[in-house]
């Protein structure tokens, strides 16, 4: 099922918004887009029977008058340096246009071709070629290790999990910012609350310390 | 009263973290690198001065983009990049010259060589297509901003 803001799917906002048959299947990104255009706040999830699996956050909201882009960045880098933020980095696009990303690569993964080679070549040892049709064999046990170890390589370097929030800053007063959750989000929603209020400066910057 | 500073307000000291597949990635070019080093003397003798010297430069430039690239210094991303694609159009204009001269001898020769070569070449790709992602490129652009 795909909730939008926590309701089901077509009952976005009071709008009409054609219904979930609209897309010929459950495409949590295609619903995303169509939601762009209302330029609206939207929270899309896409729930299965194991819970949420894919979320898609898209905010827009107004900071304070008198807070300038210096005390954005300053809020932004605050983040990134404090418990929630620190596994994120940033890629700046431009100036008022900065992206978040925190990638995580499975390091059982990585072991993974340096297993596969050493068991190939251990069991390389005990084969022998006696006659071209077990050459064959062979060709066909090093096509087929390669080929496991070429997967395993690829999908260490290229199927880790990344969570990407987007930040787009206007450059008029007061500073009108667009955030964006995106990629393998499920665990990182508390990850983009925190930067919210940061950005918004609802956050405590100090308090009463130990030596008071 | 004095202030301290507490962990959200002050991101001075902040590390930029090390993607796994950049720690992975490095250290085997700095292997690499060192056994090229290591193996100097010996092409030295066996292939003459010339050649040994070649991969010599070639084992230092490995090691120092090895160690650049382990320390999240920005150019040596670019400097991968462009590493990897030079191997690779190097590894087709020697395969296209050691297959001609050998099909004289060997028909087919070089059509064994042309598979022979695919993984290696998946295999840049990948290191490619990972060195270009957007995490990757945020990992060695953190400074700035």
Not at chain 1, 2 to 24: E, L, R
Not at chain 1, 145 to 160: M, N, P, T, V
Not at chain 2, 68 to 84: D, T
Request: glycine content about 8%; proline content about 4%; aromatic content about 12%.
């Amino acid at each position: 099922m795909i909730a939008v803001n926590g309701s089901k799917f077509d009952s976005f906002g009071g709008m009409n918004i054609p219904p979930s048959s609209y897309f010929n299947e459950p495409d949590i990104n295609k619903i995303a887009i169509f939601l762009d255009e209302y330029r609206l706040p939207y929270r899309v999830e896409l729930n299965q029977i194991e819970g949420i699996d894919y979320v898609i956050y898209s905010e827009e909201f107004e900071l304070d008058d008198n807070v300038t882009m210096d005390e954005v960045k300053h809020r932004v880098k605050s983040w990134q340096a404090s418990y929630m933020g620190t596994d994120y980095a940033r890629l700046v696009k431009s100036e008022r246009d900065i992206v978040l990303i925190k990638s995580k690569q499975d390091a059982k993964v990585c072991c993974y071709p340096c297993i596969i080679a050493i068991i190939a070549a251990f069991l390389m040892v005990f084969i022998r070629v006696p006659y071209y049709a077990v050459m064959a064999l062979v060709v066909g046990y090093i096509i087929l290790i390669f080929a496991a170890f070429i997967i395993a390589y690829g999908y260490f370097f290229l199927g880790g999990k990344k969570t990407e929030i987007h930040l787009t800053f206007s450059f008029e007063m007061p500073i009108h910012v667009k955030m964006r959750l995106d990629g393998n989000a499920v665990d990182s929603t508390s990850d983009y609350e925190s930067l919210k209020k940061n950005i918004q400066g609802h956050t405590k910057q100090s308090g009463p310390g130990v030596l008071w | 009263m004095a202030e301290i500073p507490t962990p959200a307000t002050d991101y001075s000291a902040q590390s930029k973290k090390r993607p796994l597949g950049i720690t992975v990635i490095s250290i085997l070019m700095i292997l690499g690198a060192l056994l090229n080093l290591a193996g100097t003397p010996g092409n030295m003798i066996l292939y003459g001065v010339l050649y040994g010297i070649f991969y010599l430069a070639l084992g230092a430039f490995d090691l120092i983009i090895g160690i650049a690239l382990f320390q999240l210094i920005p150019w040596a991303r670019i400097v991968a990049i462009i590493m990897q694609i030079i191997g690779l159009v190097l590894s087709f204009i020697v395969t296209a010259w050691v297959g001609s001269l050998l099909e004289a001898l060997l028909p087919g020769a070089s059509l064994i060589l042309y598979l022979a070569m695919i993984p290696s070449v998946i295999i840049s790709l990948i290191v490619i297509l990972y060195l270009m992602q957007g995490s990757v490129k945020a990992a060695f652009d953190s400074g700035k901003w």
